[in-house]
């Protein structure tokens, strides 16, 4: 049983990445709907 949860637990180099992956898309979507915004507005 310790041998597979071991597994399902990401490595700090994962989780780190994940977490760098998943704040990049965050601030890509951030500026679409800021664009999005702006040209409704005009």
């Known amino acids: 049983m310790g041998r ?5 637990v990401l490595p700090p ?3 780190s990445k994940a ?3 998943i704040s ?4 890509y979507v951030s500026l679409v709907s800021n664009v999005e915004i702006l040209s409704i507005r005009q």
Do not use: I, N, Y
Not at 4 to 8: A, E, G, H, L, Y
């Open 4 to 8: 597979v949860q071991k597994r399902f």
């Open 24 to 27: 990049r898309v965050l601030k």
């Open 13 to 15: 180099r994962g989780f």
């Open 19 to 21: 977490t760098e992956m």
